[in-house]
């Protein structure tokens, strides 16, 4: 199945339901980036937000070695401004060691700041990811240490928002951001997002670059088959990543509007 650059591309190969998991495929050099960036909107958003490129010392040879890797000459906020994606570089300090972030240039982040992850491990980072320290720390780090930089992959990570917004950082309450959505209404005000995520290892430094590529669209303009994915998601995570989600906040209205539309009973 081909990673593509849409959410009706991407939904296919997104977890809807069960335990946290990798879920990571081989992808390849064409699927590593979109190759039709707003470069626009990307430059702007990193002029407003400074804050949104974070970057240590001795990160300098990442950096520059994924200029070359992307084909762009400059600092990291030049590179991110000339791509789709978000970039994350992490290092080890030595073989065998715990890869710890030490750039990122984040400027359509999903309810995070970069800056409060610098020069934190792997399993800090997915702080406050549920269940992350119990099922995937290990498998994680096992997985970037032996990653060779021949080797691409990719994953889908789909949230349900309340929100059109490249740049989702909240400030109300959960129950405030979903508040006004109906099972009449939830084909136009719910918005499905799809956080295409890959990894690469740099051969020179030797960093793992972590790319974030966003990608939104109303509930409504779904396939049949991607919505009835989506309705799977509204029963299918575990307590506690539900909550962290907002499932609860909006399931029975999207399970409304799904019901209607495909012409089947949605659990909710």
Known sequence: MAFGFSVEALLPTARVSGPLRMGLGRITEAEWRDPAPDVAARAAVFAAHPDAVQVLPGSEDAIAELGEVVGVSGDLAT???????????????????????????????????????????VHAVHQPTHGYAERLATSVDRFMDGLAPRDLF???????????????????????????????NAGET???????????????????????????????????????????????????????????????????????????????
Request: aromatic fraction near 8%; include cysteine.
């Open 79 to 121: 590179i991110a401004s000339a791509t789709h994606e978000d970039w994350c570089l992490l290092t080890q300090a030595e073989p065998g060691g715990s890869f710890v972030l030490v750039a990122g240039a984040v400027g359509y982040p999903t309810d995070w700041q970069v800056a409060d992850k610098m020069g934190k491990p």
């Open 154 to 184: 990719g994953r889908t990570n789909m949230f349900v928002l309340a929100s059109s917004a490249h740049r989702y950082m909240p400030t109300v309450p959960m129950a405030e951001r979903f508040a006004h959505v109906t099972a009449d």
């Open 190 to 268: 719910l918005y499905v997002r799809c956080e295409r995520e890959t990894l690469r290892r740099l051969p020179r430094s030797g960093a793992i670059v972590f790319g974030i590529g966003i990608y939104r669209t109303p509930l409504g303009t779904l396939s049949d088959e991607n919505l009835a994915r989506v309705a799977k998601s509204l029963t299918g995570f575990m307590p506690g990543e539900d909550e962290r989600r907002g499932v609860p906040h909006y399931a029975a209205a999207a399970a409304g509007y799904i019901s209607r539309r495909l012409g089947v009973e949605v659990a909710a």
